[in-house]
């Protein structure tokens, strides 16, 4: 076992490391991050959209990342199977096991979106989370929770989930529970300092963490459910919204290639994330790019509700109306009009023309 100082030495390390990386940060980064902040800051929150809007997108997103997710382990599950199966019916042409991670990916990415506020980031949590990613699976019930007894390797895999290439070696199981410790430990104590971006403190743990691969199995699936509590609590509150996982499934090589170049580099005197960041940040944009618009015209009717879409389509099709000829021509209660009202001034679609009772709305 190591002695205090080496501990302390250990820790020293990682933030030296992280210091390195940050030096080395290209514009193109700064610019990327810059802009998902500015993303980040037109995102309407769910309190101020339909309840009923946020749990389809919701439920939709869980579906669409479980199958995503556990496609780039070698599942061959497709949405539709997904969505099949949560509702109980049976899919018999598939594994068991293919199954049994699906339905625990669902459950956990779940409870994550719905409980991310009461969650913390800390090496129980993550043992807790892979235990509950993989509490179906028969083949791991040995060794869910734990930290890897053996080596392992991470393995590009093809469409087929056959191996093609080892990526990197891993840290040695007998390093693993020092290693997943301080990286932790540095990982909480350096998002609450608020010293650094969340995001480069993300992208590091996530490099970090995958590199260490500290389980036996589970490990990405396990990287990308983690990448959506942080993003969260990063107040990133789009992340239930649109799917991370779908958009790493869709760049699958990319996501590879940039996890072999900067993990190759880690421990070399010319260490560089850079490639990992640009990826990890890239996807982080597109996932912000896509939340902004679904609150655009041409996705307007999976923000409203039935009947705000009923008061915006009136809208659509006058020169300029009142709360009152709103409320007479669509039968609609007033209260329910300046409702909607509010929210198609948030969203950006109507403008108000004049103040108190005399005010009207016309569209954008």
Partial sequence: MPNISQKNTEKHEIFD?????????PSNIVSKIAKIDELKGR???????SPQVLGRLKRSVLITSTGASTRIEGSRLSDADIEKMIRGINIQKFTDRDKQEAQGYYELLEN?????KNLKLSENTIKHFHQELLKYVDKDEKHRGDYKKGENKVHM???????????????????????????VEWTQKTLKENKYHPLLVIGNFLVEFLKIHPF????????????????LQAEYLYIPYVSHEKLVEDNKPDYYIALRR????????????????????????KQSEMAVALLSKENIEKILSEKQLTVWQYIEKVKEAGTGDITENTKMARPT?????????????????GLGRSARYRKI
């Fill in 43 to 49: 995102w309407i929150t769910g309190a101020r959209l």
């Fill in 17 to 25: 490391n992280f210091a390195k990386r940050i030096e080395q940060i």
């Fill in 337 to 353: 009009v300046k409702q909607t009202l509010g929210v198609l001034l948030k969203l950006k679609k109507i403008e108000r023309i």
């Fill in 157 to 183: 895999l093809d469409g087929a989930g056959k191996s093609i290439a080892i990526l990197f070696d891993t840290v040695p199981a007998y390093l693993t529970p020092g290693k997943m410790r301080d990286l």
């Fill in 216 to 231: 036996t199995d589970g490990n990405g699936r396990l990287s990308r459910v983690l990448t959506n509590l942080l993003l």
């Fill in 262 to 285: 900067s993990q190759k580099t880690m421990g070399t005197k010319n260490e560089s994330i850079v490639d990992w960041l640009d990826f990890f940040l890239g996807i982080v944009l």
């Fill in 112 to 116: 994550v979106f719905n409980s991310w």
